[in-house]
């Protein structure tokens, strides 16, 4: 099975863009091509106007990019690890200070500098992955996975070093991201991934109102088919999901809905604990196009349950 299929964008200079998608949709594959660092089988692709085949090495002069997986050498000071990553590059002595205290700064880490890496928190060593990505001024910067396992504060941290960081330099970066909430607040275009195809393309909001409607949440004790049923004949309902002990349903004008919603239960006997409205998220937007949910786990099939809710839609 083919990682990737008939992958085709155009990423503008100085855009944010983001490639939404569970684990093992592709994403890491298409930053891996992009950067020269695997070989597409088919196609064609040029990163700052150089072909990814044919000039790896003018591709790789003007990119950078922090890894999914932890690069950094724990026995080294971050001062070590930045002066080492300025070598490789060419920099010579005096830039490769300048550039270390610039970027340092710009990550809130000199005062640590000195310290081993590994002394470092989770936080800590990802924001000198993205020190270390900008030491020669890259053009792109290639972010994959950046707040992978980090806590809520040091993700909305790394996002604010994100923002940052493009307002200083005005490079090109290309964020890959399962969280709905980080693609949401960071990323002027997205580009949803799934099964190794792009599925939809636009801007967060764009793809939010493309939805339409309004999303109850119901929280109900016991499953009751009838009950779905029921509430998927309604007038106004696209579609419908369950998982746990929440329903999810998609429809035009909620606060209309909400009271048949309470009819039918009180009919079935069906008891409802609670009832939210909300406007769709990504998370909608996902599930709407591709049947399941976004998940920090690796992707498996749907279980039957799922194949019989999250997948009821009118026809």
């Not at 072909?51 to 003007?62: I, L, P, T």
């Not at 792109?140 to 923002?163: C, H, K, M, S």
């Not at 591709?290 to 194949?307: D, F, L, N, S, Y």
Request: some cysteine.
């Amino acid at each position: 099975m083919a990682a990737l299929n008939s992958v085709n964008l155009e990423i503008q200079k100085g855009e944010l863009f983001g490639l939404l998608g569970p684990n093992g949709a592709g994403k890491t594959t298409l930053i891996s091509i992009l950067s020269t660092i695997l070989p597409a089988t088919s196609g064609s692709a040029s990163v700052c106007g150089y072909d990814v085949r044919r000039e790896q090495s003018a591709v790789r002069k003007c990119i950078g990019i922090v890894f999914q997986d932890p690069s950094l050498d724990d026995d080294l000071t971050g001062d070590e690890n930045l002066d080492f990553h300025g070598r490789l590059y060419g920099l010579n002595a005096v830039l490769r200070r300048q550039r270390i205290g610039e970027v340092l700064k710009l990550v809130d880490l000199e005062n640590r500098r000195h310290d081993l890496v590994k002394t470092y928190s989770g936080g800590m060593r990802r924001r000198l992955e993205i020190a270390r990505g900008l030491m020669h001024r890259p053009e792109v910067l290639f972010l994959d996975e950046p707040t992978l396992g980090l806590d809520p504060q040091a993700r909305r941290n790394i996002w604010d070093y994100i923002r940052d960081l493009k307002a200083c330099f005005g490079m090109t970066v290309i964020l890959t991201t399962h969280y709905m909430d980080e693609a949401d607040q960071l990323c002027s275009r997205i580009a949803v991934i799934d099964r190794g195809e792009i599925v939809a393309l636009d801007s967060p909001d764009e793809l939010k109102a493309g939805l339409g409607g309004d999303v109850l949440e119901l929280e109900v004790i016991q499953d009751d088919k009838e009950f779905t049923d029921r509430l998927l004949a309604m007038d106004g309902v696209h579609n419908i999901g369950f998982e746990d002990q929440r329903i999810v349903l998609r429809v035009n004008h909620g606060e209309a809905v909400i009271p048949k919603v309470f009819e039918i239960a009180q009919g079935l006997g069906v008891a409802i604990n609670s009832v939210s409205m909300r406007k769709p998220n990504l998370e909608d937007v996902f599930i709407q196009l591709t049947g399941r949910e976004m998940r920090e786990a690796p992707v498996t099939e749907p279980t039957e349950r799922m194949r019989i809710f999250m997948l009821r839609r009118k026809r």
